[in-house]
């Protein structure tokens, strides 16, 4: 019990959260307990104005940058030292067809330069849409997305219309977005898709919850030197010999950690085994 307390690092520090989708509900837990700050909630910048997953507008950073904008921001308007930060992307999973959610929730020490990331990969997303004309149609979609507790959005005609409702959720709003929105288009269709932002979607929001774990996770490993917080791999050496030919190849030989704060410098040999398998050696299973 101890033990938790001493390791506090943020102890009774203000840490801020530029939000306008209650995304501290997902970070607040979890951040206030492991580090024992309080969390601020700043709204006084619209978040929408770095991208908007519905494609009104679009993000022109990537997800970290968008990230680090957003609590410059924060910290601008807070006054706050330390800022956090939360950017989801969705889209397809590099290898398989399934629809893929990467969150990021990203953490910065103005006064200590430190900054450290929380990442949370998955495929447990509703991110899904349908062009229909037929309502009953549009009903069985909300139902397979998880509405109403998530939400959705509709327009006229396509993807790209700019006439967007956003935030439907209830059947009474549903039936009038979706006749408004019909009435709207020459095509006879109305484009209905999940609502990604954070307080719209419980499963999102679910998933930025784990992104802030592992951000803890890492925060509090700390530096066998000078005991900062943040002692990570930040290095993986590749160069793993064969089994069978002893050549080295593109698995890794080592981890390296280095403290920010002093430099201490640790290496993991052999983290996953000392030989790597033939089939991933070039020269053995070209
Ligand atoms: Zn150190
Ligand atoms: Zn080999």
Redesign the pocket.
């Known amino acids: 019990m101890c033990e938790i307390v001493e390791k506090q690092i943020y102890k009774s520090r203000k840490i801020v959260l530029l939000t306008k989708h209650k995304k501290d509900r997902a970070i607040r837990p979890i951040l206030e307990k492991a580090t024992g700050c309080s969390l601020i909630v700043e709204t006084g910048f619209d978040t929408d104005k770095l991208g908007t997953f519905s494609r009104d507008i679009k993000r022109p950073k990537s997800q970290l940058d968008t990230a680090r904008l957003k609590i410059k921001k924060g910290l601008q308007l807070s006054k706050a030292c330390i800022g956090i930060a939360s950017e989801g992307s969705f889209g397809s999973h590099p290898y398989m067809p399934v629809p893929w959610n990467v969150e990021l929730v990203l953490l910065y020490d103005e006064k200590e330069n430190f900054e450290m990331s929380g990442i949370y990969e998955s495929s447990d997303t509703n991110l899904d849409h349908l062009l229909t004309g037929s309502f009953e149609e549009a009903l069985t979609f909300v139902k397979k997305i998880g509405f109403p507790q998530h939400y959705i959005i509709i327009r006229p005609e396509d993807s790209e219309n700019n006439k967007i409702i956003k935030g439907v959720n209830n059947y009474e709003r549903l039936k009038e977005a979706y006749e408004w929105c019909y009435s709207k288009s020459c095509s006879g269709k109305v484009f209905i898709e999940t609502d990604m932002r954070a307080h719209a979607n419980p499963t999102r929001m679910k998933n930025i919850a784990k992104a802030a774990e592992d951000l803890i996770s890492k925060l509090m490993s700390f530096?066998p030197?000078?005991g900062?917080a943040g002692f990570i791999i930040t290095e993986r050496v590749r160069g793993l010999p064969c089994e069978l030919c002893g050549l080295p190849g593109e698995m890794v030989l080592k981890n390296i950690s280095k403290?920010y704060?002093?430099s201490?410098t640790q290496e993991q040999l052999y983290p996953n085994g000392r030989t790597a398998s033939a089939q991933y050696c070039n020269f053995c299973n070209p």
């Open positions: 530096c030197n000078c900062a403290c704060k002093c201490h």
